[in-house]
């Protein structure tokens, strides 16, 4: 039988979020705990698919982390959590025939800009240069030089929004049976790209990204790459490494992988301009709204929780409120100090509460308010498409004039209608959604909404990536420069 090793750390995070996390925001599965990942939308789901197809195989879970969207993890929390991974794969480690990892790729702590890099290397020291290691990998994970070193494959997300998760674990999983059953050691090829995007292009279904993508998707099945991806990054997560990138891998083909993989980034590159948020002042929109019969959505896309924000933008709010906005709206906040108050008035409470500006302070200033508790709740839900657990902590739905808000105690991703729903809320209901993400699955939203507006408003997160002020990642990078010529030139990895 071959053991295969299983663990899992996930997070990623904005640089530009001012509020730190802490260990105690990561869920921590281990040991057997994994196993409830079967039949589940995510990347160890779709891993044990693959293993407990094969006769031969025996999984040995270990530890599963994975945390929100938020800040940077801070020195203490790291140290905590990259120690307990460490023991976890170490006390394991000396039995297995390889290791499956899922990680994100956008994660970033205090002290150190590449954890995921830092706990391959450490795994890969512990496993000795035999044991093959393969990942999986968002599409806006950072893949580092140090990352590519430690293994010998790579799966990366196929689609945005997201709904690929189990099968990228699953394409990883047999990337890693190919290595055990004795084939030629994989060429990874890199090509780095000077470009951050974002905006609807982005988005595989529609945009010129998903076209290619699809080539990448072509690659593998027609047999010229083991695996291929375009990682755009996290363009708020600010490090050395961040930038777009293709990835071609191949079973020992050295020049089909670099040639591959600089043709498509050759292709990629005259598509950046494309690639950008395009926003729409928040005055306009509002005055639009006004004039469409059916319900529309605003985008609060600066402020997305799943993208590393704080959640606690007021700033549509306000807005809405200043600007007179009179149909039915609906919200949702992060703020510790509102939800605790609602839960301590109580049901059908009238209370005076200042929302937002809880943790940002800087960007958002407190909206004093009159509003009525309408409902109360412990914060509880599941993510729509992976099914995994949402915590925001006591949640109060808060009611006044023709607003409903939700109020969170934390920040959760908040790219589908999971907490909308957890807390009594249906947003066909309204005229008004906002949205905190900056895209969601098309069903969610932009099936039946007239109009989604992507607002134009400030946030740790805002497509407007000029001015968030990167300090660390390298230059020139598009569009924080203008970068006059791009040739394409791979670097090429192959483990012995």
Not at 141 to 164: C, E, F, S
């Amino acid at each position: 039988m071959k053991k295969i090793l299983i663990v899992e750390c996930m997070q990623e995070i904005s640089s530009f979020n001012p509020v730190r996390t802490d260990y105690d925001y990561f869920e921590i599965e281990t040991g057997e705990e994994l196993y409830r990942h079967r039949n589940r939308n995510t990347a160890i789901g779709g891993a044990l698919e693959v293993f407990d197809g094969a006769s031969d195989v025996e999984v040995v879970p270990t530890i599963a982390a994975r945390a929100g969207s938020a800040g940077p993890l801070s020195w203490d929390g790291w140290e905590r959590l990259s120690c307990q991974i460490l023991d976890a794969v170490a006390a394991r480690v000396e039995q297995v025939d390889g290791i499956f990892i899922s990680l994100h790729g956008a994660m970033g702590a205090d002290g150190e800009l590449d954890p995921e890099g830092y706990l391959l290397e450490r795994i890969r020291q512990m496993a000795g240069p035999d044991i093959p290691i393969v990942m999986s990998l968002d599409l806006h994970g950072i893949l580092t030089d140090r990352m590519i070193r430690q293994v010998d494959g790579i799966a990366i997300y196929h689609t945005y929004p997201h709904v690929d998760f189990a099968d990228t674990g699953a394409r990883a999983a047999r990337l890693l049976l190919d290595r055990l059953s004795a084939k030629p050691a994989p060429v990874v090829a890199r090509v780095v790209i000077p470009a951050l995007v974002r905006g609807d292009e982005l988005i595989t279904r529609t945009g010129c990204y998903g076209d290619m993508v699809r080539e990448c998707q072509r690659l593998e099945r027609e047999g010229t790459a083991l695996s291929a991806g375009i990682m755009i990054g996290n363009p708020f997560t600010d490090v050395p490494e961040l930038c777009t990138q293709v990835i071609v891998v191949t079973g020992g083909d050295e020049a089909a992988a670099r040639g591959e993989a600089e043709r498509i980034a050759s292709e990629f590159w005259p598509m950046r301009h494309r690639m950008q948020g395009k926003l729409i002042p928040l005055e306009r929109a509002i005055a639009q709204a006004r004039t469409i019969d059916g319900p529309v959505c605003f985008t609060d896309a600066a402020d997305a929780t799943s993208s590393g924000a704080t959640g606690d933008s007021n700033a549509i709010l306000r807005g809405l409120v200043e600007h007179g906005y009179d149909k039915r709206a609906l919200l949702q906040i992060v703020d510790p100090a509102a939800a605790a108050a609602a839960h301590n008035a109580g049901v059908g409470t009238i209370l005076d509460v200042s929302l937002g500006g809880a943790m940002d302070p800087v960007r958002f200033r407190p909206l004093e308010v009159r509003a009525r508790v309408k409902l109360l709740s412990d914060g509880r839900a599941s993510l729509e498409t992976m099914k995994i657990p949402l915590d925001a902590g006591p949640t109060a739905v808060l009611e006044f004039d023709n607003f409903t808000i939700a109020v969170m105690s934390r920040s959760v991703s908040l790219f589908d209608r999971a907490m909308y729903y957890a807390n009594g809320l249906d947003p066909v209901d309204f005229d008004l959604i906002v949205v905190k993400s900056p895209h969601t699955e098309y069903h969610m939203y932009d099936q039946w909404v007239e109009k989604n507006f992507n607002i134009d408003v400030p946030g740790a997160t805002s497509a407007d990536i000029r001015q968030l002020g990167h300090t660390i990642c390298a230059r020139p990078m598009f569009p924080l420069d203008d970068v006059a010529a791009f040739d394409p030139q791979a670097v090429v990895y192959r483990r012995t």
